[in-house]
């Protein structure tokens, strides 16, 4: 569940007048989320379910998180399929993301998701499941069909079981003021929320901050609270030096820009846009102005850039200009050894599900 707010500053300060006059909203939003769960018996897939999901509102790594799935299975010789509601675009699915498919067809997640792995756009997760089981987009490709699903979001949807939930926080937010929404960034009561995770997942750019959030979630949370770390994939040694406007409409664009900042780039000029928003007419010719005026590279996420896929006009010219910098999550020892056990204890229950939602 969502809600077509803008992120509030204060979501991530101790509790005040706002969040005060709010509550009594909170309390209503909180009672909806869990009757809505308690509603529905999930349907269970023939098929081991790893969902990736968060607590909050915005944007907390989770689609690098579900890539980094993607690509840790393939390496152990699975065949993974991601299973994405879409959000952002019209279709409703089940849809096997094609390469002629635009974010406003899928949504800009399915469009990155869909270059690690076969991708299902579908929001009713079941019915996405049983297309999965089915094999027919492995199958026309001639390749083998997908023998596990990987549920990018869905923690909050009771449609589909699941056999490992991962939920990921923000290293340096963490849970915010700890509120529900829109008191709060949290999408559910928190002990709600806890009791339908295997473990949590801590992403941060800051050793620091996310080391105190991970201490604060293990004294919450009885289960695995692990840690990890965005950085690029791949050389970031061009970047050292690179003067640079930076742009991003991701949940949390402050981490991407520190990143570039951390990787020694000059950057001239942060431009940060609403999660999942596609720069207007007059964004772009702004985006390439500041590039010309500071002799900047323009940079981005790949995540934005496939917004932009099939573009014309000024958005064709920005993404043109716009060199995307591909990310990666790297979890440190023991943690990397501790997911991987993780994500093998659930392939070997094969369809037994640690979790009815």
Known sequence: ???????????????????????????????????????????RSRLPVLCVGNLVAGGTGKTPLVLHLCRHLAGAG?????????????R?????????????????????LARSAPTLVCRDRAAGARAIEAGEAPRASGAAPADVIVMDDGLQNPQLAK??????????????????????PLRAPLGFQLALVDALVVNTADPEAGAATAAS?????????????TEIAGDGAWLAGQRVVAWAGIGAPERFFALLRGLSAEVAAAVAFR????PGTAAARRLLALAEAHRALLVSTEKDLARLQGAAGVLADLAAATRPLPIAL???????????????SALESAGGTTHGG
Do not use: K
């Open 1 to 43: 569940m969502r809600v077509p707010l803008d992120e509030p500053a204060w979501w991530y300060r101790r509790p005040g007048a706002a969040a005060a006059c709010l509550a009594p909203a909170a309390v209503l939003y909180g009672r909806v989320a869990m009757a809505r769960y308690a509603r529905v018996t999930p349907w």
């Open 78 to 90: 699975r065949r993974p399929a991601v299973l994405t509601r879409g959000y952002g675009g019209r």
């Open 92 to 112: 409703a699915g089940p849809h096997w993301v094609a390469a002629a498919d635009t974010a406003a067809g899928v949504g800009d997640e399915a469009l990155l």
């Open 163 to 184: 056999t490992l939930t991962l939920a990921v926080v923000d290293g340096i937010r963490g849970i915010g003021n700890g509120r529900v929404l829109p008191a709060g």
């Open 217 to 229: 979630l293990r004294r919450r949370f009885d289960g695995p609270v692990l840690t990890c770390a």
């Open 275 to 278: 999660d999942h928003e596609v």
């Open 330 to 344: 790297v979890f440190a020892e023991p943690d990397a050894r501790r997911l991987a056990a993780l994500v093998a």
